[in-house]
C-alpha cells in the first residue's frame, strides 16, 4: 500500500535496539555500576559512606524496576542507567547527585544526621560552614 504522498507504508513495529540480549546487557550495567563503586565514593570523597550501603541502595534502584516487562521500556532505562554512570565517573554530576544515587534514604532527616555524625564532611576550610550558615554568622 501507498500513502496519499505515493510513498510506501511502514508495516512492521520497530524493535528494540538490544532484542533478546536485554537481560544480559542490564545484568552487565548492573555489574559494571557495582564495580565503580568504590572509584566513585573515592573520586567524590565520600569516605563517610560504606561500599555496602551504597551498593545495597543500587540494587534496590534497579529491584524497582524489576516488574517491567516491556522490552522498549527496559531498553529505555537501561541507556537511561548507562548514562547516570557514565556521567558519574566523568564528574559531570555534582555531590548531591550522586548522594541522592546512593541513598535511597536521603529524604529521611534523622539518616541524614546518623551520617553526618560519622564524619564531619560538611566542614570547608576548618569551619563548620553548615552549623555556622544556619545561625546566621
Known amino acids: 500500500k501507498n500513502s496519499p504522498a505515493g ?11 538490544m532484542g533478546l540480549d536485554l537481560a544480559r546487557s542490564v545484568r552487565r550495567l548492573y555489574k559494571k ?19 555496602d550501603e551504597c551498593k545495597t541502595n543500587i540494587a534496590k534502584h534497579f529491584k524497582k524496576y524489576k516488574a517491567v516487562d516491556n522490552p522498549v521500556v527496559i531498553d529505555m532505562l537501561r541507556v537511561k542507567g548507562e548514562m547516570e554512570l ?9 555531590p548531591c547527585h550522586i548522594l541522592y544515587l546512593l541513598n535511597t534514604d536521603i529524604d529521611d532527616p534523622q539518616s541524614i544526621e ?6 564531619e564532611y560538611m566542614k570547608i576550610g576548618g569551619s563548620d560552614f553548615m552549623a555556622d550558615f544556619l545561625q546566621g554568622k
Open 86 to 94: 557514565d556521567e558519574t565517573i566523568r564528574r559531570f554530576k555534582t
Open 33 to 51: 555500576t557495582m564495580k565503580a563503586v568504590p572509584y566513585v565514593l573515592e573520586q567524590y570523597d565520600f569516605h563517610w559512606l560504606t561500599e
Open 7 to 17: 510513498m510506501p507504508l511502514i508495516t512492521k513495529m520497530a524493535k528494540p535496539v
Open 114 to 119: 546518623e551520617k553526618s555524625s560519622r564524619k
